[in-house]
């Protein structure tokens, strides 16, 4: 079972609603990842988190907002998305941290988002 | 260019078959080299994780990294059923984690 657990599995949303996507692990790495996944494409980077910091954003919209509550969690708040958002949204943590990594990333089983 | 090249299949092999997957890369500053597996619609899992180049045995996975070739590859002993999945090469180079665009592999039984 993976260590990076992410809440909810699944979630549908409108156009107009707020919602947001959780992430949790304790496994002690202090690197978390925000990635997103069409279908049969590789996953495609988001934001970074380095020391509860946020160290890369790749020129996402701002309709979707990072926090990073503690070293522990990191959470991908969403707003007004459009359907072409629809994917699943993986989140990913490594040790210690970003630029000490030994490489290793673990991913949570994500979650699937459709937007209507 | 793609910083890293994978064939997107689909391979499609008779159970207990080797497996060959392969990715070839551009940057030469790579040095840590990743195998992820991806079952339909759940996370990738980390399979293997080699650093610079040499082989790295774990039960039926071997990965092998060529980096005057900028070359790895993943092979599978004796091809399970429960070994189809899309199978994903990731790079790390400082800050940012390259992925391929994954092999789908099929283990007819």
């Known amino acids: 079972d993976t260590e990076v657990t992410q809440t909810p599995k699944h979630l549908v949303m409108g156009m107009t609603n707020k919602k947001s996507l959780k992430c949790e692990q304790h496994m002690g790495h202090r690197a978390m990842y925000w990635y997103k996944q069409k279908a049969k494409k590789p996953p495609e980077l988001m934001f970074v988190?380095?020391?509860?910091?946020?160290?890369i954003n790749e020129s996402v919209p701002s309709r979707f907002s990072p926090e990073c509550p503690n070293s522990s969690l990191l959470n991908l708040h969403l707003h007004a998305l459009q359907p072409e958002d629809s994917a699943l949204y993986l989140c990913?943590?490594?040790?210690?941290?970003?630029?000490?990594?030994?490489?290793?990333?673990?991913f949570g089983e994500g979650s699937r988002l459709t937007v209507l | 260019q793609k910083e890293v090249e994978q064939d997107p299949g689909p391979l499609s092999v008779p159970e207990g078959a080797i497996v060959s997957l392969n990715c070839t890369y551009s940057?030469?500053?790579?040095?840590?080299f990743m195998w992820y597996r991806q079952y339909s619609r759940k996370g990738p899992e980390l399979l293997m994780y080699?650093?610079?180049?040499g082989n790295k045995e774990d039960g039926r996975f071997t990965a092998q990294v060529d980096k005057s070739s900028k070359y790895i590859s993943l092979f599978i002993r004796d091809s399970q059923p429960s070994d189809s999945a899309t199978y994903l090469c990731a790079m790390y180079n400082f800050n940012k984690f390259y992925f391929g665009s994954g092999t789908k592999l099929n283990v007819k039984p």
């Open positions: 080699t650093y610079s180049s």
């Open positions: 988190y380095s020391y509860e910091k946020l160290s």
């Open positions: 990913a943590s490594s040790q210690p941290a970003l630029a000490e990594t030994t490489g290793e990333l673990f």
């Open positions: 940057n030469s500053a790579f040095q840590y």
